[in-house]
């Protein structure tokens, strides 16, 4: 059970025709999301959060965000998130059919199962909320009276990061961006905390591994959980806009690796052919500066290279070609770092300050 648990504070039932602004903070529920599901009780829940939402189509709408709750008994609490970003599908494809396969007896503690976090952004296959065109992933803590996502956030960092111990949290590139197949953590100033994230990223057996600094780890959901002294995981489950087999199988091998490694279940495999690797393959530090190649101009970038090949610092690992003007030679991008291409832009297009390229250096031991 979660060293947490002091700080998720169970309130009183509101008469629902009292407004709730008017009452002493006392008073207030601690979010303005609700649901049914007891986080308490035995047994499996499949159920919703509600999360209000007027709107001109539907003056006491709401957005029903779908969550799956296994409880037996004591032992550690896990919550595993997909659908952050809406344009990421293989963690919310790999946490469904995970519904559908984990039966109650095999769990010892309690999984908690939010597929589709960002709900309306998935729907509207986009990274950020199209009801407020915000990124989720950089609205933590949040804010209880703030919109959709910044309620989201807050209901995430006030009710239910207090219950858990570890959090996986499955992406993948999206629309713009592609990566190989990996499991990723921060680097951690707590040893215990790094040890303990780090042996959870080696049981994950994804083929790549990354140490990752964020660009902007402001606002995140990894930063909000880590401070709270959970394990964190994250996935980068290849992108483009597309679903990828491997991306999927990965997801669904590392879930079931992971909840064993925690003793919280134990799933058998998956049948072959199928990613079943029970160790992360290949360990990359990607915490450094120059390890993300970034446009300087806007174009069509070409690159020379596949993810997963070796590239030297120095040396050019594709050009932007400049098709206003057909008097203007293309300019190559070199690399400022030697090492493995393990993320790479998606798309054609690219405008000043896009990530071109990550480059990550292998850990050896």
């Not at 990894?222 to 394990?231: L, Q, R």
């Not at 590392?254 to 925690?262: A, T, W």
Request: with cysteine; proline share 5%.
């Amino acid at each position: 059970m979660s060293d947490h648990k002091e700080d998720f504070i169970i309130q009183p039932q509101i008469n629902q025709d009292i407004n709730p602004d008017s009452l002493p903070e006392f008073y207030k529920p601690l979010s303005r999301i609700s649901t049914d599901v007891d986080f308490e009780k035995d047994g499996k829940q499949v159920s919703f959060i509600r999360v209000p939402h007027s709107r001109n189509d539907s003056a006491w709408g709401s957005i029903l965000i779908p969550i799956v709750v296994y409880k037996n008994g004591t032992g550690p609490t896990i919550l595993l998130t997909g659908g952050i970003h809406g344009d990421e599908y293989e963690g919310p494809i790999a946490l469904s059919l995970l519904t559908r396969t984990l039966k109650l007896e095999q769990v010892q503690g309690r999984v908690i199962i939010l597929p589709a976090v960002n709900l309306p952004a998935l729907m509207n296959d986009s990274r950020l909320s199209p009801i407020d065109n915000l990124d989720l992933n950089r609205s933590f803590p949040g804010n209880r009276d703030g919109s959709p996502t910044q309620a989201i956030a807050h209901y995430l960092d006030k009710i239910l990061l207090p219950l858990t111990d570890i959090v996986v949290d499955l992406h993948s590139g999206g629309k713009s961006l592609d990566f190989v197949p990996s499991i990723a953590m921060h680097r951690l100033n707590d040893k215990k905390q790094y040890d303990d994230t780090y042996k959870a990223l080696m049981a994950f057996g994804a083929p790549y591994g990354f140490i990752h600094s964020e660009v902007d780890g402001d606002g995140t959901f990894d930063t909000t959980a880590e401070n709270k002294g959970d394990v964190f995981l994250f996935s980068e489950l290849r992108g483009g806009g597309t679903v990828s087999v491997e991306g999927v199988q990965v997801a669904r091998n590392g879930i079931r690796n992971i909840l064993e490694h925690f003793e919280i279940a134990e799933l058998p495999k998956i049948k072959a052919p199928h990613w079943n690797a029970r160790q992360t393959q290949v360990i990359l530090d990607t915490s450094h500066s120059d390890s993300y190649v970034r446009a300087l101009t806007e174009g069509i970038f070409e690159p020379f290279f596949e993810l997963g090949h070796e590239v030297k610092k120095g040396k050019s690992i594709g050009r932007i070609h400049f098709m206003q003007n057909m008097n203007k030679k293309p300019v190559t991008i070199q690399a400022q770092h030697s090492g493995i291409i393990v993320g790479k832009r998606a798309m054609g297009w690219v405008s000043q300050g896009d990530c071109l390229a990550v480059i990550g250096n292998e850990i050896k031991g």
